[in-house]
């Protein structure tokens, strides 16, 4: 089924692209719509088992009511968010270590992810999804956001998400670079391009750009961050965290081998993000 889902996006997608030379506004409206949709895959074996070590609730939220795993531990609380079309439990290899390290953990579907309501999403709900989760569990030590989790984390922090420590894997460095990414794979029209940004300005307002540009936002903030990034990642290239650490002042580690998913479980990038969170406990 899922096969046939991606076949036909695919069919759905390089229609829109010849279709937005004749009819750029119809097609903009469409690949609208579709960008915003989430879709839903089936976890593997090794989160499946991570999930079922957490403890399971729904918190309410203006986006619907939202999955969260909870790894309890006396300690200060550590906050993990997923990429896009991605789901709490690809962050469970962080949780064992940051238990054992004294850290309480957890993990929160974003809107339209996992077993949280909705069937899309955006980086404004996001954020203020996990100041929904802050408003229930309240202050974060620290947060480590996996890719769009990370940008969404970055914004939240800079609408008011309190906590001493942020951690970004694998994420982008702007809202335009991923629309850019987009119009790019449905080979738009510039016409039809235009067209779509303007849609996305219309719903979000004409300064979600600058919102949405996490060098402006990181440069912004006094929280201490950590910029981890693989040089071999397809889907976000390295330069992203360049620019992003820059604006920061942040740390930044690079990896290499290890593409834009496991860097999520690799030993030595949890290390080092374990070590960071407790350094940022130990100077308070």
């Known amino acids: ?13 390089k229609s829109l692209g010849m279709t937005s030379h004749v009819a750029p506004s119809l097609c903009a409206h469409i690949a609208f719509q579709q960008w915003l949709k989430t879709y839903r895959h089936k976890p593997p074996k090794r989160e ?40 709490a439990s690809q962050m469970g290899a962080f949780a064992e270590p940051l238990n054992n390290a004294g850290f309480e953990v957890i993990a929160i579907d974003l809107p339209g992810h996992g077993a949280s309501s909705g ?9 203020q999804a996990l100041l929904a989760a802050q408003q229930y569990f309240g202050p974060f030590h620290a947060i480590i956001g996996h890719s769009f989790g990370g940008a969404a984390s970055l914004l939240a922090v800079s609408e008011g998400l309190k906590t001493q420590a942020l951690i970004t894997l694998g994420s982008p460095s702007k809202l ?14 510039p016409t ?10 219309h719903k979000f307002g004409t300064d979600i750009w600058q919102r949405c540009n996490m060098e402006v936002q990181a440069s912004l903030l006094t929280t201490p961050g950590l910029v981890i990034h693989d040089a071999d990642d397809k889907e976000v290239p ?21 593409g834009h998913r496991r860097i999520l ?18 100077t308070k």
């Not at 039809?192 to 300005?201: N, P, S």
């Not at 479980?265 to 130990?282: E, G, H, P, S, Y």
């Open 1 to 13: 089924m899922r096969d046939i889902k991606i076949y036909l996006q695919q069919i759905l997608q």
């Open 48 to 87: 499946l088992i991570w999930d079922s070590s957490a403890k399971k609730q729904f918190i309410n939220s203006h986006w619907g009511k939202l999955n969260v795993l909870t790894w309890p531990a006396q300690g200060p609380k550590i906050l993990l968010v997923h990429g896009w079309n991605g789901r």
């Open 119 to 127: 069937k899309s999403s955006h980086l404004p709900a996001s954020a």
């Open 176 to 189: 335009e670079w991923v629309l850019d990414i987009y119009v790019e794979f449905l080979k738009f029209s």
């Open 192 to 201: 039809a391009k235009l067209k779509l940004g303007k849609l996305v300005e």
């Open 238 to 258: 390295y330069y992203h965290a360049e620019a992003v650490s820059k604006a920061w002042s942040a740390s930044i580690v690079k990896t290499s081998g290890l």
């Open 265 to 282: 479980r690799d030993n030595n990038v949890i290390k080092i993000t374990v070590n960071f969170i407790q350094a940022q406990t130990q």
